[in-house]
């Protein structure tokens, strides 16, 4: 589950850094079709794990990237956030900005090596206001009633079991949080998520989508998903069926 930062960058070089990145040394390849517990196995191929640098942070800077989504998710001082899956920590130090000093960063990765360095620039920058854990896989290990806002930022469609991984997320969200997903619109295997096959698999958690924005300059989609009635049972859950590009 590592995150392809790649929101920034114009179509044509994201797309030739896609395939450059997609091999990550010393990770294996996901598993497709497999149940998690209770939970139903995904209808769908799961992306090669990736490397946790996609381009540089000025690069994504001068395009306003973090500074696009977070808008658009409404991130405002005094928040707690998350950033799952994140990384060397792109979205986390610029959450910690935009939250300030009485707001609250989260920063998850499940690749112990990878938290402890970001955790290293975390006290190196002096980010008071950030805390580093290490999630799992099937479960971002979040505490109950603690957060506004969840990222996701080009990491979904490497989750292997999406739907223990929504399931256990839910309990995290305070009323009227809100789970931000920005991904591509191409096939799971090629790194990114259709959109209609991502509400789906949110809409079987229960969650609602409430924001969609097409983010062409960078390849990309933002979507926002709220928590609605209640969480089902997991043997309730159903698979969706994901409609396979002809080749």
Known sequence: MRRAAALALAAPLLAGLALAGCQAPGRAPARDGERAGPFPAPDRPV????????????????????????????????????DIGAGEGYYTVRLATRV???????????????????????????????SVKLGEPENPKLPAGSFDRVFMVHMYHEIGQPYAFLWHLRPALRPGG???????????????????LLACEFAALGYRQVAFAPMPRADSYFAAFEAHGPRPEPRAVRACRYNRPSR
């Open 47 to 82: 992306a090669r794990i990736v490397s946790t640098r996609w381009s540089t942070e000025e690069a994504r800077d001068r395009v306003s990237e973090a500074d696009s989504v977070m808008d658009r998710a409404g991130v405002v001082p005094g928040m707690t956030v998350a």
């Open 100 to 130: 300030g000093a009485d707001g609250r960063v989260l920063a998850q990765d499940i690749v112990p090596e990878v938290r402890d360095a970001l955790a290293q620039r975390v006290n190196r920058e002096r980010l008071d206001n950030v």
């Open 178 to 196: 809100r789970v931000i997903v920005v991904d591509s619109d191409r096939p799971t295997q090629n790194h990114g998520t259709p959109p209609a």
